[in-house]
């Protein structure tokens, strides 16, 4: 087979890692939040905004993970070299995996700050700071992409 298809198996291996994985954290990690949500919104519905917004913050990995597609993808030029294949689907497992198991933790953090919150305790803020931690691993692992595609050229 032709050395090119091998690079483009790379490449778009890479692609489908980066969104698929980033994406699956995030449902994951948005579900978590919800669930929690409608469990408080019974408690305590006139906070439901708040949840809300907690509820969403683990959506941002996915977020991530599509536009490293993006910027990886407006990173190549002409058909990929071996060198490139090998960074994007680097790239692609990297920020994969840390957008899954970053959104995941931060889903676990608001779904325990919303119930806290319907429990009567003033956490709001609080969360929406200890839910930042995971988040800034995602943002490392976007980091890196950039990077990574700064290098292909």
């Known amino acids: 087979m032709d050395p090119l298809f091998y690079n483009y198996l790379l490449v778009y291996a890479g692609f489908a890692l980066m969104v698929f994985l980033a994406g699956v954290g995030s449902a994951i990690g948005v579900s978590k939040g919800a669930n929690a949500t ?11 905004g708040k949840y809300m917004l907690l509820s969403a ?27 490139q294949g090998a960074a994007v689907f680097g790239a692609g497992l990297l920020l994969g995996f840390v ?9 676990d953090i608001v779904a325990n700050g919303i119930s806290a919150i319907a429990s009567g305790y003033d956490l ?7 839910a930042v931690f995971p988040e800034l691993y995602a943002i490392i692992a976007f980091a890196v992409m950039f990077l990574m595609s700064q290098g292909m050229g």
């Open 38 to 48: 409608i469990g408080a919104v019974k408690k305590s519905p006139d906070q439901f």
């Open 57 to 83: 913050l683990p959506g941002t990995q996915g977020l991530y993970g599509f536009a490293g597609y993006f910027w990886m993808n407006l990173s190549l030029t002409g058909d990929p070299t071996t060198l």
């Open 99 to 107: 957008g899954l198991f970053s959104a995941i933790k931060q889903g």
């Open 124 to 130: 709001f803020g609080k969360t929406m700071i200890l």
